[in-house]
């Protein structure tokens, strides 16, 4: 079992930044990818950006890509998600997710944390 707790969410202003982590325990060993997903209202969930443990293979959403930087650190068991120059779009409860980058499944979830931007 894995277990995640993501925090840093809130409300900020458009432009603004936030920083959100995602601290992971158990069996960590048995999961290399560590994901943040998105789920605004009426939307289906999204893949916001991915990494590997080893910080290897970063992935970005083209809707994030030079706004976002997803980061570990691996003494903490930590994933970070840099988020700058947001915008009202942003808004959603934000995943932090564990899985296998060989089968591209991410089956172990956090409780999601809400961000939120006013225009």
């Known amino acids: 079992q894995v277990q995640l707790v993501e925090s840093g969410g809130g409300l900020v202003q458009a432009g603004g930044s936030l920083r959100l982590s995602c601290a992971a325990s158990?069996?960590?060993?048995?999961?290399?990818?560590m994901g943040w997903f998105r789920q605004a209202p009426g939307k289906e969930r999204e893949i916001v950006a991915s990494i590997r443990w080893s910080g290897d293979n970063a992935y970005y959403a083209d809707s994030v890509k030079g706004r976002f930087t997803i980061s570990t650190d691996n003494a903490k068991n930590t994933v970070y998600l840099q988020m700058n120059s947001l915008k009202p779009e942003d808004t959603a409860v934000y995943y932090c997710?564990?899985?296998?980058?060989?089968?591209?499944?991410?089956?172990?979830w956090g409780q999601g944390t809400q961000v939120t931007v006013s225009s």
């Open positions: 158990g069996r960590t060993f048995s999961r290399d990818a």
């Open positions: 997710a564990a899985g296998r980058a060989v089968v591209a499944v991410y089956d172990y």
